[in-house]
């Protein structure tokens, strides 16, 4: 059963940093290409960060400089760190993986940035 289960949301203030984490289990993590989403009330959800399987990254320009995703393929796990966050931020953060037209979707954790 292939399962994505994300953690280390909650609040923080402004300024603050989280590590999010995202294990994977069921599919072989290691192929996978993976990405951070994240989705606003009221608003679409939008692609924060990737890393390939080879460890390629890229970054939203909103988040570019303030966060890092990386992965641990030993773990099956991804994780992004953001730092610097603002009020903005505030957005359930889905991980996503895909290869080839496989892909799969988390349940998200909520990332609350207020004071």
């Known amino acids: 059963q292939v399962q994505l289960v994300e953690s280390g949301g909650g609040l923080v203030q402004p300024g603050g940093s989280l590590r999010l984490s995202c294990a994977a289990s069921g599919f072989t993590f290691s192929v996978y290409h993976m990405r951070w989403y994240r989705q606003a009330p009221g608003k679409e959800r939008e692609w924060v960060a990737g890393i390939t399987s080879s460890g390629f990254t890229a970054y939203a320009d909103s988040v570019k400089g303030r966060s890092t995703i990386s992965r641990d393929n030993a773990e099956n796990t991804m994780f992004l760190q953001m730092s610097s966050l603002k009020p903005e931020d505030t957005a359930v953060y889905y991980c996503?993986?895909?290869?080839?037209?496989?892909?799969?979707w988390g349940q998200g954790t909520q990332v609350s940035v207020s004071t």
């Open positions: 996503h993986a895909r290869q080839g037209g496989t892909q799969y």
